[in-house]
């Protein structure tokens, strides 16, 4: 059995670490780490645990818990994971960090960006993103995986067939991303009280969100050149989900079935990779508890653009369930393993 820590189990993206590794068959839960909530039962934080978690919370105590766990997973706000990372740690137990500490690899960016120090930049250039299906073979070696966020994944795994394959003009992409308020955690902030979100979608961090310059950097990789493009996301009134709406400019004329053959030659072979029929568009509800990323594009011979969609639940592979799945590769065990979870409708 695989032994594994969770810091920040008590936030969504830590309690859904919590239910996929409680289903997992090769894993066992050993600590579930808080900052607010030691010494409390799990199950009373989250009830959906009743009778299932009988274990307290346990502080965020990295060292002891590196000694105990195969691996640990920090899935916790910006800088944390970074201040605690060192040789003794990463000598002791595989970590899979689901924050944004070691996803971008130039520091300056992501102090930028983030507006905070990095503590621990010597690790970012050893850290592997990972993005499974793009670089599952470097996964498999890590002891430190950047997992990555919800939009970004999205974002990336629609665009980088056509990017990679030299489709798109890159200085013309536009994304146009939309959220349910479980992306925003669950700490309490008033902009996303009831009453602040229900019946209403709003933009934020127009021009300036912090994932713009990661899904940049990863179609950069992808490309083979610089990718500057426009990021928008919005705030919709659902739990879960992620929905991105891309468009850019083709750089030659192409039919459907060449796009598609594109899309297959990458992604037919991939699990959770879904890319739909011919006008068939992807809905978060069609993805919401499980860790597929649905896809489709149409191509618009009026304006000569591409419009790519993709969607997946921000939870489970925009989070927890492609820290799972890094967690499998790094492993060897089979890359589903414990994530064939159907996704869930109504
Ligand atoms: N929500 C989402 O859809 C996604 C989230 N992520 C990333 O996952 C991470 C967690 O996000 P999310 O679950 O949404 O956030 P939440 O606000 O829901 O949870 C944050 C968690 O971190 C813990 N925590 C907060 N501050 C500290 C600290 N100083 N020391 C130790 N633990 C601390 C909290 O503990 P306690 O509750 O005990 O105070 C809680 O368990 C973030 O980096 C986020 O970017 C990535 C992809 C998607
Ligand atoms: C709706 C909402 O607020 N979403 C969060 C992103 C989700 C997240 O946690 O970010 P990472 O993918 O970087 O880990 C935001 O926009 O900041």
Same mark, same amino acid.
């Given at each position: 059995?695989?032994? +594994?820590?969770?810091?920040?189990?008590?936030?969504?993206?830590?309690?859904?670490?919590?239910?996929?590794?409680?289903?997992?068959?090769?894993?066992?839960?050993?600590?579930?780490?808080?900052?607010?909530?030691?010494?409390?039962?799990?199950?009373? $934080?989250?009830?959906?645990?009743?009778?299932?978690?009988?274990?307290?919370?346990?502080?965020?105590?990295?060292?002891?818990?590196?000694?105990?766990?195969?691996?640990?997973?920090?899935?916790?706000?910006?800088?944390?994971?970074?201040?605690?990372?060192?040789?003794?740690?990463?000598?002791?137990?595989?970590? $899979?960090?689901?924050? +944004?500490?070691?996803?971008?690899?130039?520091?300056?960016?992501?102090?930028?960006?983030?507006?905070?120090?990095?503590?621990?930049?010597?690790?970012?250039?050893?850290?592997?993103?990972?993005?499974?299906?793009?670089?599952?073979?470097?996964?498999?070696?890590?002891?430190?995986? +950047?997992?990555?966020?919800?939009?970004?994944?999205?974002?990336?795994?629609?665009?980088?067939?056509?990017?990679?394959?030299?489709?798109?003009?890159?200085?013309?992409?536009?994304?146009?991303?939309?959220?349910?308020?479980?992306?925003?955690?669950?700490?309490?902030?008033?902009?996303?009280?009831?009453?602040?979100?229900?019946?209403?979608?709003?933009?934020?961090?127009?021009?300036?969100?912090?994932?713009?310059?990661?899904?940049?950097?990863?179609?950069?990789?992808?490309?083979?050149?610089? $990718?500057?493009?426009?990021?928008?996301?919005?705030?919709?009134?659902?739990?879960?989900?992620?929905?991105?709406?891309?468009?850019?400019?083709?750089?030659?004329?192409?039919?459907?079935?060449?796009?598609?053959?594109?899309?297959?030659?990458?992604?037919?072979?991939?699990?959770?990779?879904?890319?739909?029929?011919?006008? $068939?568009?992807?809905?978060?509800?069609?993805?919401?508890?499980?860790?597929?990323?649905?896809?489709?594009?149409?191509?618009?011979?009026?304006?000569?653009?591409?419009?790519?969609?993709? +969607?997946?639940?921000?939870?489970?592979?925009?989070?927890?369930?492609?820290?799972?799945?890094?967690?499998?590769?790094?492993?060897?065990?089979?890359?589903?393993?414990?994530?064939?979870?159907?996704?869930?409708?109504?």
């Amino acid at each position: 059995m695989i032994k +594994a820590g969770i810091i920040g189990s008590t936030g969504y993206a830590g309690a859904e670490l919590a239910r996929l590794l409680l289903g997992h068959p090769d894993t066992e839960i050993i600590w579930y780490g808080s900052r607010s909530y030691v010494g409390q039962e799990y199950a009373s $934080v989250y009830r959906n645990m009743f009778r299932i978690v009988d274990e307290k919370c346990l502080d965020d105590n990295m060292e002891e818990l590196a000694g105990q766990a195969d691996v640990v997973f920090t899935a916790t706000p910006q800088g944390l994971c970074a201040s605690l990372v060192n040789d003794g740690i990463l000598s002791g137990t595989k970590i $899979v960090d689901l924050s +944004a500490d070691f996803r971008i690899k130039n520091v300056e960016t992501y102090e930028k960006w983030y507006g905070i120090k990095h503590k621990s930049p010597e690790y970012i250039q050893e850290a592997v993103y990972g993005l499974c299906e793009i670089n599952r073979e470097d996964v498999k070696q890590a002891r430190l995986v +950047a997992n990555p966020g919800c939009y970004t994944t999205c974002s990336i795994l629609t665009l980088y067939p056509l990017v990679k394959e030299g489709l798109l003009d890159v200085s013309s992409i536009i994304i146009d991303a939309k959220s349910g308020t479980s992306g925003a955690g669950r700490s309490a902030k008033t902009a996303n009280l009831f009453c602040e979100v229900n019946e209403s979608i709003k933009a934020y961090s127009v021009a300036a969100h912090r994932h713009t310059p990661e899904i940049e950097e990863q179609l950069g990789y992808a490309g083979g050149q610089p $990718v500057l493009l426009n990021f928008t996301p919005h705030l919709v009134p659902m739990n879960r989900g992620i929905l991105i709406t891309a468009y850019a400019k083709l750089l030659k004329k192409v039919s459907y079935d060449e796009v598609k053959e594109v899309y297959d030659q990458y992604y037919a072979k991939e699990f959770f990779i879904r890319v739909l029929p011919k006008e $068939v568009y992807p809905e978060t509800r069609w993805v919401e508890g499980s860790n597929f990323v649905d896809m489709n594009f149409k191509i618009d011979e009026r304006t000569g653009r591409i419009i790519a969609i993709g +969607a997946l639940d921000n939870l489970v592979k925009g989070a927890a369930g492609q820290a799972v799945q890094n967690m499998n590769l790094m492993f060897g065990l089979p890359e589903n393993t414990g994530l064939m979870q159907i996704p869930m409708f109504p």
